[in-house]
């Protein structure tokens, strides 16, 4: 598993001393980037052609919608944000690129390049909330403990190992330059990722 991660922003919810206000920064902004996100795996259920392919992307769709967001909701709840004022914000710069990025490759590629531009989001957070979780005292922090637990618990690791799953499948055997394509994919939406941490860190509007 290695070491804790690096980025100040992921340091400080492991360690407990991150400043509300940057994580109240990033649920608004993460929140927003969800409902992209949910749509990229929407464009995975019109381009699959297998119904059990569909049936995955549905799932991960409700998955985001009805599952996910509720850890955004119960944070903003506790801390007196509605859902109204979240899409009163506009989103940062960093956010709009990312989630345009990923909406492109949607609208370009088919479930393979999908599969691809999500997984970065999704592996990432895996791994974040294993490695916070394994800080002592980390998952019990009165603040950020409940979104450890939540990236780190069975449920988000299962649909993770999932994905990476069938980024594996749909890859297989795949056409060189379809294999480089994918990578600069992933890679393109990984850098987005620490892109996204570093607007949160930074207070980016």
Known sequence: MGGLPRH???QGIGDGTLAPE????????????????????AYGVVKAEDPELMRTFAANVE???????????????RMGISEEAVLAVRPALANLSY????LAVAAAGGPTEIV??????SWSYAEIGLRLAQRPGAAEH???GEWIRSYAGAEYQRTNAALMDRMDRLAAGCPEAQARRLEEIFVACSRYELGFWDMAWKLEE
């Open 22 to 41: 940057k994580f109240r920064h990033f649920l608004l902004q993460d929140y927003l980037y969800l409902f992209e996100y949910a749509r990229v795996f």
């Open 63 to 77: 998955g985001i919608l009805g599952g996910e967001m509720e850890l955004h909701r119960a944070y903003m709840a």
């Open 142 to 144: 009165p603040l950020y």
């Open 116 to 121: 691809a531009a999500i997984l970065a989001c």
């Open 8 to 10: 100040p922003f992921v």
């Open 99 to 102: 989630t345009h990025y990923m």
